[in-house]
């Protein structure tokens, strides 16, 4: 593939880093009056709005089998539904900020899940060896050597996050390249299908704080962001940038994320950063980048593994 030049694809790259990484600040904003439930409905169910609306416009109709839109379900549960609660819930015993650095691992999970689920792509060593890495880079990042002050419910819920990431990204390639339709009819379906199915943890959530729905509301505002910037408009642009620099550039975009997002968080939400979390991050990330590391196809025709989102 011939890349494209960086000013066609960097703006969208640099948006859909900003969004993602702008996501933690976000979320920590809506929890300010609304329950994690109702956090991960409502960023689906806005996005879903807002997609629905720009397929709309195109005069776009996805054309899905039954079949088709059953293996979109299964990739939603795992990518836009699971996640998307359980990263509120940790967020309430977790900073942003540490929230985005243990979001960084999800790389390794889709190169886990990947040697377990598809034989074919066997892990290298030096994969093998990124997935260690990322594991001691966690517990560097959490500070294991002190389990008395490690945020073990707010870092388990994190990491079971990354993990159901993992395993949407793998299951994503397993079932939807026969999927024949444009990145954003693709979103717009699945995230359309996580809100019909968190809609009834969104209903039986305790009623929102008085106020939280209001104009004024810093709770709806984070909202509102979570759902138009994060969770639409942000995966139309990372499939713009996978389709002009590639997979690997455009899964580059990990690296970038939490450093956004530790910005934001010290800057809006004045949360304090401990000397091991950027340092077990730096670890983390070059598991990352060992475990993305694929070996060269022995055959033609074989392809790299793609690229997922960030959050």
């Known amino acids: 593939m011939t890349q494209a030049p960086a000013r066609a694809w960097v703006p969208a790259f640099a948006l859909c880093a900003v969004s993602w990484g702008a996501s933690f600040l976000f ?13 991960g409905f409502g960023r689906v169910a806005i996005g879903t709005v807002v997609l629905g609306a720009a397929l709309l416009l195109a005069r776009r109709r996805p054309r899905l089998t039954w079949r088709d839109v059953a293996s979109i379900g299964v990739v939603a549960i795992g990518l836009s539904t699971v ?12 900073t942003s900020i540490l929230a985005s650095l243990l979001n960084a691992t999800t790389p390794l999970w889709t190169a886990l899940f990947v040697a377990l689920l598809i034989p074919h792509e066997r892990a290298s060593r030096a994969q093998v060896g990124g997935l260690l890495l990322g594991a001691a880079g966690i517990a560097v990042l959490l500070g294991a ?3 008395d002050a490690v945020p073990l419910l707010g870092a388990a819920l994190m990491l079971a996050a990354t993990a159901f990431y993992g395993i949407g990204s793998t299951m994503s390639r397993m079932l939807l390249a026969r999927v024949h339709e444009g990145p954003t009819a693709l979103s717009a379906v699945q995230i359309g299908i996580s809100a019909l199915l ?8 305790p009623a929102p ?3 939280a729905l209001s104009l004024g509301s810093e709770a709806l505002w984070g909202l509102l962001a979570l759902g138009v910037l994060g969770t639409s408009f942000t995966y139309v642009l990372f499939w ?3 389709r002009l620099a590639g997979a690997t550039t455009a899964a580059s975009v990990t690296y970038v994320v939490p450093v956004v997002a530790t910005l934001l968080g010290v800057l809006v939400l004045h949360e304090h ?10 670890v983390v990330l070059a598991g990352v980048w060992l475990a993305q590391r694929t070996p060269r196809p022995r055959a033609a025709g074989r392809t790299a593994p793609g690229a997922e989102p960030a959050t």
């Open 145 to 147: 050597w002190n389990i």
């Open 273 to 282: 950063v401990r000397w091991h979390e950027p340092v077990g991050a730096a």
């Open 27 to 39: 979320i920590s904003l809506a929890l300010r009056g609304l329950a994690p439930a109702q956090v």
């Open 83 to 94: 996640p998307f609660v359980l990263i509120p819930y940790a967020q309430q015993h977790i």
């Open 209 to 211: 704080a008085p106020g």
């Open 198 to 205: 968190l809609l009834p943890f969104a209903l039986a959530a």
């Open 240 to 242: 713009k940038v996978i």
